[in-house]
Each structure stands twice: as structure tokens, then as C-alpha cells.
């Protein structure tokens, strides 16, 4: 009986059960799972998957930081100009920067050309001293 049992156990790896591994995220750990697993959990995955896109993420981070910034100030800023001519050096103080990226449009509502940051519309008198924020109607 003791020799059956031995067998049994030994069997287990060929029918597909527990295989001993080590995760693949670089902790080492060791653990019993499936033959294709490659990590403990999920949050070990987690972490792989996370330094991966934080490389390829890598060149574009000062880009995607400024597109923020822009975001974050024409929202504050909407809510002082909702429409009307503000001061552009304001949001040039705050950080706002006008070579970021943006998508130039030209709405019927302003008959001008206009640049677009999703949800804002924004454009700025010929002398670059004044600012007009606006949402467009969808």
C-alpha cells in the first residue's frame, strides 16, 4: 500500500497538477501551480506588467506630464473665462504651455481657428496677451 501511494504522488505532475515553481517577477518565491503558470498571483503579475509599461511609457512621460498640466489648467481656468477673454500670461505663470500637444479645430460657434483639448476649446488673440476658454457644445 505505503509503494501505491508513492506512485500516486509521483503521477501527479504528469496528469497536469501541481508543478513546483518559481515566480517569474524576480522575488523567487516557490510555489505549486499549473504547468503554465509563471507568477505567484496576481499581484506578482501585477508588478511585471507595471515595469513593463512604465518603460515603454518612458520617452513619452515629459509629453503626457505637460498634456496634464494644460488639462488640469484649463479646467481651473474655464471657470473664470466660461467664454470671455481672460489674461494668457495667467495660465503661462501656472505652467501652461502652448507647444504641448493639441488639436486644431475650427468650430462654427467661433469662426476662428481654435485649438482643442478634449473637453475645452481654447483660442488666443493675435498679440498673445488674451485667452478665451470655452466648452463647444456636443
Given at each position: 500500500?505505503?509503494?501505491?501511494?508513492i506512485?500516486?504522488?509521483?503521477a501527479?505532475?504528469?496528469?497536469?497538477?501541481?508543478?513546483?515553481?518559481?515566480?517569474?517577477?524576480?522575488?523567487?518565491l516557490?510555489?505549486?501551480?499549473?504547468?503554465?503558470?509563471?507568477?505567484?498571483?496576481?499581484?506578482?503579475?501585477?508588478?511585471?506588467?507595471?515595469?513593463?509599461?512604465?518603460?515603454?511609457?518612458?520617452?513619452?512621460?515629459?509629453?503626457?506630464?505637460?498634456?496634464?498640466?494644460?488639462?488640469?489648467?484649463?479646467?481651473?481656468?474655464?471657470?473664470?473665462?466660461?467664454?470671455?477673454?481672460?489674461?494668457?500670461?495667467?495660465?503661462?505663470?501656472?505652467?501652461?504651455?502652448?507647444?504641448?500637444?493639441?488639436?486644431?479645430?475650427?468650430?462654427?460657434?467661433?469662426?476662428?481657428?481654435?485649438?482643442?483639448?478634449?473637453d475645452?476649446?481654447?483660442?488666443?488673440?493675435?498679440?498673445?496677451?488674451?485667452?478665451?476658454?470655452?466648452?463647444?457644445?456636443?
Amino acid at each position: 500500500m505505503e509503494n501505491r501511494r508513492i506512485n500516486e504522488i509521483e503521477a501527479i505532475p504528469k496528469l497536469g497538477g501541481p508543478h513546483l515553481k518559481i515566480c517569474e517577477c524576480g522575488c523567487e518565491l516557490k510555489f505549486f501551480g499549473r504547468l503554465n503558470q509563471k507568477y505567484l498571483n496576481l499581484d506578482h503579475k501585477s508588478k511585471v506588467n507595471n515595469q513593463i509599461r512604465s518603460e515603454l511609457n518612458k520617452p513619452l512621460k515629459d509629453a503626457l506630464h505637460q498634456i496634464k498640466v494644460n488639462y488640469r489648467l484649463l479646467e481651473k481656468f474655464y471657470g473664470i473665462s466660461n467664454g470671455k477673454k481672460i489674461k494668457f500670461s495667467q495660465l503661462l505663470a501656472s505652467g501652461f504651455d502652448l507647444n504641448s500637444y493639441f488639436k486644431q479645430v475650427k468650430l462654427s460657434e467661433t469662426e476662428k481657428p481654435c485649438r482643442r483639448l478634449e473637453d475645452y476649446v481654447f483660442y488666443i488673440s493675435e498679440d498673445f496677451t488674451e485667452i478665451t476658454i470655452f466648452k463647444p457644445k456636443k
